[in-house]
């Protein structure tokens, strides 16, 4: 079965911080995985994806597929960083489907 | 350009009636997908559109229903309300051409819709 699990509801961190949101994805093809963000009373939105190996806001994913994980790291916290984050993976090609974890609401203590 | 726009933003509708959520995509994006958002289940796809066919469908009952006109707008229905209906839901628009990746989701605000 095709499955995202994001294990922690909450993550709460001080500021300067490293931050790790983690998220485990079932899959039997080669994945496309996505980390998606939803600041306070902002609409959803792409944050980055595991084919472009870019780092946005100072974080970065590293798509492990020997532990079929993708955690979503960053070293320094910052407060804007406060958001809910959502793990995605599509899955397969030619669909606009996409399987989301249950998120993970990320709180940065000042 | 303009984004993904959903209307209306809030609906409050009672039990057994229907509701039609509205979607317009971003221009030139053809692929239309609906998801439901509640605190307990979290995002849950319940199906996509492109090029006016449904190209794929979530595990819904078959009182969430929906269709994509030729301007790539899409609407749902949800028939005989239940209050476990109650939900943000949310469109994604995306290009979604022949290419092998999905490339990225664009999503509107959602509409609220509460079940009483």
């Known amino acids: 079965a095709q499955r995202v699990t994001q294990p922690e509801k909450l993550l709460s961190v001080f500021k300067g911080a490293p931050v790790e949101l983690k998220c485990n994805y079932s899959y039997s093809g080669s994945p496309e995985l996505f980390w998606y963000v939803q600041y306070s009373r902002q609409r959803l939105q792409l944050l980055l994806r595991?084919?472009s190996r870019e780092s946005i806001k100072g974080f970065t994913a590293d798509l492990n597929k020997g532990e079929t994980s993708f955690h979503l790291k960053k070293p320094f916290a910052q407060e804007e960083d406060s958001a809910m984050y959502y793990c995605?993976?599509?899955?397969?090609?030619?669909?606009?489907?996409?399987?989301f974890g249950q998120g993970t609401t990320l709180q940065v203590k000042p | 350009k303009a984004g993904v726009t959903q209307t209306p933003r809030y609906l409050i509708k009672t039990r057994g009636q229907q509701v039609t959520l509205s979607c317009s995509p971003i221009?030139?994006?053809?692929?239309v997908s609906w998801y439901q958002q509640t605190p307990g289940q979290g995002l849950q796809f319940l199906f996509e559109?492109?090029?006016?066919?449904?190209?794929n469908k979530g595990n819904f009952p078959g009182r969430f229903s929906g269709r994509q006109f030729s301007n790539s707008r899409s609407e749902m229905n949800v028939s005989t309300l239940e209050l476990g209906d109650s939900a943000l839901y949310l469109c994604?628009?995306?290009?979604?051409?022949?290419?092998?990746?999905?490339?990225?989701?664009?999503f509107g605000q959602g509409t609220r819709l509460t079940v009483v």
């Open positions: 221009s030139g994006h053809r692929s």
């Open positions: 994604a628009s995306s290009l979604q051409g022949t290419a092998v990746f999905f490339g990225e989701a664009f």
């Open positions: 595991h084919i």
């Open positions: 559109y492109f090029s006016e066919t449904q190209r």
């Open positions: 995605a993976l599509h899955s397969s090609s030619n669909t606009g489907k996409l399987i």
